[in-house]
């Protein structure tokens, strides 16, 4: 099993920046996505941003030009840099990691329990 643990996140104004971390430990063979989502309250959880072991980046169209992911293979983690926060960027943010356990399994989705970010205006 693969875990997944965030931190970074609080309250903070409009504006400033935030950086989160996801840290991946336990059984892991190799993981190949790493990302971050989030759900604001009464919405759906939506795609920030995701980056492949190689290093390759998407972003949703509300991140670009303001957060940046990047990732440290050797430690598993990856990171979320966001900058010029709004009040709209509040929401649980999760980290969530595509991989497996062991050579021979099959590629599975894990989530962290996410961490909370509040933007006040």
């Known amino acids: 099993q693969v875990q997944l643990v965030e931190s970074g996140g609080g309250l903070v104004q409009a504006g400033v920046s935030l950086r989160l971390s996801c840290a991946a430990s336990?059984?892991?063979?190799?993981?190949?996505?790493m990302g971050w989502y989030r759900q604001a309250p009464g919405k759906q959880r939506e795609l920030v941003a995701r980056?492949?072991?190689?290093?390759?980046?998407n972003y949703a169209d509300s991140a670009k030009g303001r957060f940046t992911i990047s990732r440290d293979n050797a430690k598993n983690t990856v990171y979320l840099q966001m900058n010029s926060l709004k009040p709209e960027d509040t929401a649980v943010y999760y980290c969530?990691?595509?991989?497996?356990?062991?050579?021979?399994?099959?590629?599975?989705?894990?989530w962290g329990k996410g961490t909370l970010v509040t933007v006040s205006s």
């Open positions: 969530h990691a595509s991989g497996r356990s062991h050579p021979l399994s099959v590629a599975m989705d894990y």
């Open positions: 980056i492949t072991s190689g290093g390759s980046t």
């Open positions: 336990g059984s892991i063979f190799s993981i190949n996505v």
